[in-house]
């Protein structure tokens, strides 16, 4: 078994894609505060939403913490390895099989109630997402997030619902701007969008003219959860071109960042310096995910020799090998 096949192994069990907020309600309940009913100010309906988000955020940690350590450590990894142990050696069943059904009867027990733990935080994060959505721009946010799962025309009603500042804010301008951009599909033209590269200077899309190409959508994070090292998924793309790759293949890495600065940042986070790295400078709707509707979980997009696309894909997924091997 080469290291890539290991490496893909680790980010498959351990869990390569980020789980995106719960979608709110999308009937406005009795808790929602509507913007004609509201009675305090704009800024002061949104540190009531932050300080609640931010309290919440800290326990989602905190709770993230101690299922490391109580469940995926203690129980999950060791699991994990018995079962790999018992395949290998299937005459040592009597030996092994109560050692591999304990750790997994402790794992599923615990598992449980960790997720409990963390139904009950996310419970709590739901309710003051309803009750602020249409007061607060930060918690207005969650519409752009539900984009998926939101028909445009309810996102449009939920926009119009909002109060004027909340429209006006980043979340309010990022939503708008998805209801009016007609997404791109797999099967059609690459569609060039403003960013910047890791030097500041304005990316220039025509170097992606006659090759395959794949952007990564930020979330590399998302794919090192319980790995230790951060800098993983750089190896494993280096890697799958050190097998694949030719000078007609290419990575990019786009990093959902605001400037420059926040850019070289996490190119030295992540170790992606081998890479084209870039950003578009949005905090909130970003082109990409705009453009072609993708999450930073990451999303990854395939564009083949002709500028076409070939595939959008959540996560990184097999056919990253598949379409590095079939080259036209």
Not at 48 to 73: G, P
Not at 116 to 145: C, M, P, T, W
Not at 264 to 270: A, V
Request: hydrophobic share 35%; proline share 2%.
């Amino acid at each position: 078994m080469n290291r890539n096949t290991i490496t893909f192994i680790i980010l498959t069990l351990v869990g390569y894609v980020c789980i995106p907020l719960s979608v709110f309600s999308q009937q406005i309940d009795s808790t929602t505060i509507l913007p004609e009913n509201a009675n305090k100010s704009y800024a002061e309906y949104e540190k009531e939403f932050l300080d609640i988000s931010n309290s919440i955020q800290d326990a989602l940690q905190e709770h993230t913490k101690w299922h490391n350590t109580n469940v995926a450590y203690k129980y999950g990894v060791p699991y994990s390895k018995a079962i790999r142990e018992l395949k290998a050696h299937p005459e040592r069943e009597k030996e092994l099989r109560p050692v591999v059904d304990s750790l997994k009867r402790n794992r599923d027990i615990y598992s449980a109630i960790s997720e409990k733990r963390r139904d009950s935080l996310e419970n709590v994060r739901k309710l003051a997402l309803n009750k602020y959505f249409l007061v607060s721009g930060s918690a207005f946010k969650i519409v752009y997030q539900s984009r998926k799962s939101l028909s445009k025309q309810e996102m449009m009603m939920l926009y119009h619902k909002a109060s004027k500042a909340v429209r006006k804010s980043e979340a309010g301008r990022a939503v708008i701007k998805y209801i009016k951009t007609e997404q791109i599909k797999e099967g059609d033209k690459f569609r060039s969008f403003y960013c910047f590269d890791s030097t500041g200077n304005r990316f220039n899309w025509h170097n992606i003219t006659g090759k395959r190409t794949i952007i990564i959508c930020d979330g590399l994070g998302c794919m090192t959860h319980g790995l230790g090292d951060i800098k993983r998924p750089s190896y494993y793309f280096q890697d799958l071109l050190k097998k694949y790759g030719n000078d007609k293949t290419q990575f990019i890495i786009f990093f959902h960042r605001k400037n420059l600065n926040q850019l070289k940042e996490q190119i030295n986070i992540f170790g992606t310096e081998p890479f084209t790295c870039i950003a578009d400078g949005e905090t909130v709707g970003s082109s990409i995910e705009i453009i072609y509707n993708v999450s930073t979980t990451p999303s990854v997009i395939y564009i083949n020799e002709l500028g076409i696309i070939d595939k959008i894909t959540e996560g990184v997924t097999k056919y990253i090998e598949s379409f590095l091997a079939n080259k036209m």
